[in-house]
């Protein structure tokens, strides 16, 4: 939201004095301009750009959680954040339709949905217009291929134990090919704590618990803000 700063000009009297027609206009080129930006709110390109150049070397504008519970979700939160999604803070918003990392008073303070993945699937899937699940498979073994159906920047849960909580995700941020129809085929992804540069998606190359891992992709339209 812009805001009108403090000592600017109030244009309401200059507005009075516009001939009609060309306030008509301003009007539509306005109006023209917000549905432009409201169309294309978030850039799964941005969102894999800040994942690229940060999996491995944290963000030190941010807190890492890598050694106090994982930082997976605090990375996602960071690359989602980059792509164009609004924080949505306390106390405007409460339980996991709140999501939010922030420096108040030199402490940071948080949303569990900003660190936990269970808690994000909740604020995209419940809170976030735009999110829609498009893939969902358990027990995928290493070197198994599988459709994820996904777009750059879009998140993928993983449930270690398949009891219906999410352990861990990642972002998509490259394409390993194309598809038959020349369109690319996202299949590589990002991760913090184990970090992870353009791994394929599953995961289930690293994963022991690949026998009982859930994983569920988790598709952002580009309206999404």
């Not at 507005?15 to 917000?34: E, K, T, W």
């Not at 750059?152 to 972002?171: F, M, R, S, T």
């Not at 394409?175 to 289930?204: E, F, I, K, M, Q």
Request: hydrophobic content about 40%.
């Amino acid at each position: 939201m812009t805001t009108v700063p403090d000592g600017a000009d109030d244009c309401s009297t200059m507005h009075r004095r516009l001939p009609l027609l060309a306030l008509s206009v301003l009007v539509l080129v306005f109006a023209s301009r917000a549905l432009a930006s409201a169309a294309f709110a978030y850039s799964g390109a941005a969102a894999a750009a800040y994942a690229d150049t940060y999996w491995q070397n944290y963000n030190p504008a941010w807190p890492s959680f890598a050694n106090s519970g994982g930082d997976c979700t605090n990375f996602v939160s960071q690359a989602l954040y980059a792509g164009g999604i609004s924080m949505r803070p306390s106390p405007t918003y409460s339980g996991d339709a709140a999501w939010y990392l922030a420096k108040k008073r030199n402490r940071w303070s948080y949303a569990a949905s900003w660190v936990n993945a269970q808690h994000q699937s909740n604020f995209m899937l419940q809170y976030l217009p735009g999110v829609t699940q498009v893939a969902a498979y358990y027990s995928l073994a290493p070197g198994a291929t599988a459709a994820d159906h996904a777009e750059q920047g879009d998140v993928v849960l993983y449930d270690w134990n398949n009891d219906g909580v999410y352990d861990h995700e990642a972002i998509v941020t490259a394409s390993d090919g194309a598809n038959p129809d020349g369109t690319n085929n996202w299949d590589l992804v990002d991760a913090h704590t184990n970090n992870r540069y353009h791994s394929y998606w599953t995961l289930a190359q690293y994963n022991a618990s690949w026998a009982t891992t859930r994983i569920v992709v988790l598709h952002i339209a580009p309206t999404t803000s």
